[in-house]
Structures are given as C-alpha cells and as structure tokens.
C-alpha cells in the first residue's frame, strides 16, 4: 500500500531530478564539445597528411633536334636517367616531410635536382655534338618546380610539418630565433666549429690519360675542385641553418650526386680511346672535417 510522500520528501526528489538533469544536460555539453575537437582533430589530420606535392621539369625530348643514330643509345640513356632523377626527388619528397627550414625543398631537393639534370642534359648536347651540330641552350630546361599539393608551395617552402605549423610558419622570424638555434645546436656545420669538407683525390686514381682525352679530364678534374670550394662556401653561409642533418641532405648529398656526374665524364671521355676505368664512384662520396 503505497503512502503519500511528505512534503519536504517530495521538496528533496525535485532538488536531486534537478541536479540529474543538469549532469545530464553538462555531459551532452561536454561529449558535443568533444565531438567538435575530434572533428577539427581529424580535419587537421587530413591536412597534416596532405601530399607535399610533385616535382615536375620541363621536357628534354621535345627539344632535341634530330639524333644521330651513332647518338641514339647514350641520348637515350640519358633520356631515361633524367626521368629516373625526377622519380628520385619525388621519392625523396615524401620522405622528408617536415624536415628543415623553409628552404628545405629548394637547398635539399631542387637544387640538386637542378645539377644532375644540367649534367646529364649537357652528356645529351655532347652526343649529338660528336657526330652532328651540337644542340645549345638545353641548360635551360634543367631547373625544375615543386607543383605544390599541400602546404608546400614551389618557391621551396618546406612540406607540412607535424602539429606545430604555426612555428614553422615562422621559422625566419625572430621570434623563433632559439627554435632555430637550437636545431643549429646538432647542426654538424655550427657556429664555431664550421669545419671543412674534404674529399678523396680522384687524379691520383685515374689510369694513363689518352691525349685526345686529356683536355675534357683536365676540365672536369678543375670542376671537382670547384665544387668542393662551393660547397665550403656553402657549409660557412649556412651555419645554423636546418636541423641536424642539414649539412649531409643540403650539402654533402647533393655535392656527392655532382661529383658523381663528374667522375662518370671522366671515365667516358678515357674509355673513348682506352679502357674505360672502373669504380671511381667510390670517390664521390665526401666528409666533415671539423
């Protein structure tokens, strides 16, 4: 037999209701709120995993006159090593997302892109030079751009970084001057203690210079020893610069691709009239001495 509450029974069932009511009311708050976080959550997610883009550079093929059969094999050759240098880029693209300063793409990537396709372009120009007119003005189809698919844009600002955009936005301001000093603190070319790149000595390796091939050598040994000086001149301008692996990605790796190019000239313009000399890539590869 159920009994009529008293009144202040019934005053104490309305004041808890009440208070039910409002948890109930702040965790539909709350959970929509959530709800919102999870969602920006995710939408900065699928930006953050935006592509950084592609690579792209103006076609070789199109611009060749007509090839000599004697040229046909090396232009080819070559045709599909440029190609191969773009795939490489591309892959290297991905691979670096968020790394280095703002001029990570261009110092790391683009530039380097640039000299191995002005060498290769150029071993194209000599092909069809020995047998016919030698084709002129092809460096200029060897700088390329990056076509931008995420934050990347194609003056080489760097990819998207991982959660702290905003900083890397900046990265040139002085606002995030110790940011920047901190990375130069691992930087193998710091303030201080530069250091200077040497590399092995490729004349000491070579084997009997034919005479016929001793101006095209002479050349391209002279070229080594430039482009080791650029890339001290380089390490001394960009102390502080980057993160820990800069001075290996913007400059040891892509002087490394140049001498590379380098030494293969050599040993072609040998092999012409002798025997052509074998493993001297091992000689491409330079070091940091601080």
Same mark, same amino acid.
């Given at each position: 037999?159920s009994?009529?509450?008293?009144?202040?029974?019934?005053?104490r069932?309305?004041i808890?209701?009440?208070?039910v009511?409002?948890?109930?009311?702040?965790?539909v708050?709350?959970n929509?709120?959530?709800?919102g976080e999870?969602?920006?959550?995710?939408?900065?997610a699928?930006?953050?995993?935006?592509?950084?883009?592609t690579?792209v550079?103006?076609?070789?093929t199109?611009?060749l006159?007509a090839i000599?059969a004697?040229?046909?094999?090396?232009v080819?050759r070559?045709?599909?090593?440029l190609?191969?240098?773009?795939?490489e880029?591309n892959t290297?693209?991905?691979?670096?997302?968020?790394? @280095?300063?703002?001029?990570?793409v261009?110092?790391?990537?683009?530039?380097?892109?640039?000299?191995?396709?002005?060498s290769?372009v150029? *071993?194209?120009?000599t092909?069809? @030079?020995?047998t016919?007119?030698?084709?002129?003005?092809l460096?200029?189809?060897a700088?390329?751009?990056?076509n +931008?698919?995420?934050?990347?844009?194609? @003056?080489?600002a760097?990819?998207p970084? /991982?959660?702290? !955009?905003?900083?890397n936005?900046?990265a040139?301001?002085?606002?995030?001057?110790g940011?920047?000093? !901190?990375n130069g603190?691992?930087n193998a070319? !710091? +303030?201080?203690a530069?250091? /200077?790149?040497s590399c092995p000595?490729?004349?000491?390796?070579?084997?009997?210079?034919?005479?016929s091939?001793?101006?095209e050598v002479? *050349?391209?040994?002279?070229l080594?020893?430039?482009?080791?000086?650029?890339?001290?001149?380089r390490?001394?301008s960009t102390v502080?610069?980057?993160?820990?692996?800069f001075?290996?990605n913007?400059i040891l790796?892509?002087?490394?691709?140049?001498r590379e190019s380098?030494?293969?000239?050599?040993?072609i313009s040998?092999? *012409?009239?002798?025997t052509?000399?074998?493993g001297?890539?091992?000689l491409?590869t330079c /070091?940091?001495?601080k």
């Amino acid at each position: 037999m159920s009994r009529a509450l008293p009144k202040y029974n019934k005053r104490r069932v309305a004041i808890i209701g009440g208070a039910v009511a409002v948890a109930l009311t702040g965790a539909v708050v709350v959970n929509t709120a959530l709800a919102g976080e999870s969602k920006s959550g995710a939408t900065n997610a699928q930006t953050l995993a935006a592509g950084p883009g592609t690579i792209v550079c103006p076609d070789v093929t199109s611009k060749l006159p007509a090839i000599p059969a004697s040229a046909k094999a090396e232009v080819d050759r070559n045709l599909a090593l440029l190609q191969t240098q773009i795939q490489e880029a591309n892959t290297r693209l991905q691979n670096t997302v968020g790394q @280095g300063g703002p001029n990570f793409v261009q110092n790391a990537i683009l530039g380097p892109l640039k000299d191995k396709r002005v060498s290769t372009v150029n *071993r194209i120009a000599t092909a069809i @030079g020995r047998t016919a007119a030698k084709p002129t003005g092809l460096d200029a189809l060897a700088p390329c751009a990056l076509n +931008a698919g995420g934050a990347a844009t194609g @003056g080489g600002a760097t990819a998207p970084a /991982t959660g702290n !955009n905003g900083n890397n936005a900046n990265a040139g301001n002085n606002g995030n001057a110790g940011n920047n000093a !901190n990375n130069g603190n691992n930087n193998a070319g !710091n +303030a201080g203690a530069v250091g /200077t790149i040497s590399c092995p000595d490729v004349a000491s390796q070579l084997p009997a210079v034919p005479a016929s091939a001793q101006a095209e050598v002479d *050349r391209n040994l002279a070229l080594l020893q430039t482009q080791i000086n650029e890339a001290n001149t380089r390490l001394k301008s960009t102390v502080g610069q980057g993160g820990p692996n800069f001075v290996q990605n913007a400059i040891l790796g892509p002087l490394q691709g140049k001498r590379e190019s380098t030494i293969d000239r050599i040993a072609i313009s040998i092999g *012409r009239q002798g025997t052509k000399p074998q493993g001297l890539n091992v000689l491409a590869t330079c /070091t940091l001495n601080k």
